[in-house]
């Protein structure tokens, strides 16, 4: 599932190949997404050009001249992508957006758990996310995020995947940024330090800054906004690698249930009640 590196390595490349660009024609697809798509909609986006192109969370929002935005979710198997029109178009393929000048935006998604609406205006947006979201994990304010962790009875697992204190991380970055801070994911948020929350926050910060450089990480479908795959799965140090060594202390990597997601850890570097 795509998670904050991977969205916004999308906008990143999406950003030279659509900004400029005025849309010509929509084609759609026959099946539905988690969202409906309104083919009224088609006549407002007609003729609009795109003016910029940024991320909020896990969703993308396409500025259009009219005031009017494009907000897309990738939801499990989104794959938002620009190129030449004319190519072949992939199965699954629900969306292309063809500008006036022989290039296209497509929105391919496998397992359509994404969406893709016309939103009227930016006022519109926060009511259109349905979630309240919290800030962005890139420089989180320390004392607020303190505060959220520690009046919290939940677990570590659950805080971090909670869009409502942070906005973006999903169960990869949980993982990887719990061992980073040496923090069990069962850990409750209440029983952290002030200076283990730091620990924490700076992780979080510092993982998510690596994957965003290495281009996300390619798990299944994901790929950037011009085609390519991410790099960062070659660098998780608990994600996925169940039974594995730690790189740091050679253990066993173990996987348990937390949160109703499953979550890696190594039970020698990341002890549940961790010393003051
Ligand atoms: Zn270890």
Redesign the pocket.
């Known amino acids: 599932m795509p998670e904050l590196p991977e969205v916004e390595t999308v906008v990143r490349d999406l950003r030279p190949l659509i900004v400029g660009r005025t849309i010509a024609a929509i084609r759609t697809g026959s099946k539905q997404l988690r969202k409906p798509w309104s083919k009224h909609w088609e006549t407002e986006l007609i003729g609009s050009t795109v003016v910029g192109i940024r991320r909020r969370g896990k969703w993308i929002l396409v500025d259009l001249d009219t005031g009017a935005i494009l907000l897309v979710h990738l939801g499990m198997t989104g794959q938002f992508t620009a190129g030449p029109a004319g190519l072949p178009p992939p199965d699954h393929l629900h969306f292309a957006f063809a500008f006036a000048d022989e290039h296209e935006l497509r929105y391919r998604d496998v397992r359509r758990f994404g969406s893709v609406q016309w939103i009227a205006s930016d006022a519109l947006v926060q009511h259109a996310f349905g979630e309240s979201l919290g800030p962005e994990p890139v420089d989180i304010p320390a004392e607020p995020f303190a505060t959220a962790v520690r009046r919290s009875r939940r677990n570590l697992k659950a805080i971090l995947l909670d869009q409502s204190i942070l906005a973006g991380v999903g169960n990869i970055y949980a993982d990887e940024s719990l061992f980073r801070s040496r923090l069990h994911p069962q850990t409750l948020g209440s029983n952290l330090t002030r200076s283990k929350c730091d620990t924490l926050r700076l992780a979080i910060e510092a993982v998510i800054a690596q994957a965003i450089e290495y281009r996300g990480s390619t798990i299944r479908d994901y790929i950037g906004g011009s085609g390519l795959r991410g790099g960062f799965q070659d660098e998780f140090k608990v994600y996925g690698r169940t039974g594995e060594p730690?790189a740091?202390?050679?253990?066993a990597i173990e996987m348990i249930r937390v949160a109703g997601r499953s979550s890696h850890f190594?039970p020698?570097?990341?002890k549940k009640n961790p010393r003051r």
Do not use: L, N
């Open positions: 730690c740091a202390c050679g253990t190594c020698e570097c990341q």
